[in-house]
């Protein structure tokens, strides 16, 4: 596998040549990008409030991550359902807040990751023509 600073770099680069980027499924199953997504998304105030699950930021390991990577290779991973709370607004009300698992938010991250490199140029000129 490549490092997860190659891959983006390539999408990044097609991106930019207005070329397809194929195959992002693909790069799911990469490891390096996990690494990457958790070092960005575990310093957040929100790391450690627990989801939908009781897994949070330190309960993360390589081998957890393994798991997610095998389960997405063999298409199987699937999202499990937010926990709703509900959080008071400036003026009394409510609203609803959704809190996926920490796994949920870390593979959201990766595809995030994913999606930005591969759109960016897309997106910026598509902005700046209109």
């Keep these: 596998m490549q490092s997860a600073a190659t891959v983006l770099g390539v ?6 040549k207005g070329l397809p980027c194929n195959e992002l499924y693909r790069q ?11 070092g960005r998304i575990y310093a957040n105030q929100g790391a450690m409030t627990p989801g939908a699950s009781a897994e949070t930021a330190d309960g993360m390991s390589e081998d957890k ?18 926990r709703r709370v ?11 807040l959704g809190l996926p698992s920490w796994s949920d938010k ?18 910026i000129h598509t902005t700046l023509a209109a």
Excluded: W
């Design 11 to 16: 999408l990044r680069d097609r991106g930019r």
């Design 28 to 38: 799911l199953f990469n490891r390096d990008l996990y690494l990457l997504a958790y």
């Design 65 to 82: 991550i393994d798991q997610i990577t095998e389960a997405m290779r063999h298409e199987r991973y699937r999202f499990s359902p937010a």
């Design 106 to 123: 870390l593979v959201g991250e990766v595809v995030r990751l994913l999606i930005v490199c591969a759109a960016c140029h897309d997106a």
């Design 86 to 96: 509900y959080i008071p607004k400036k003026n009394g009300k409510l609203r609803p």
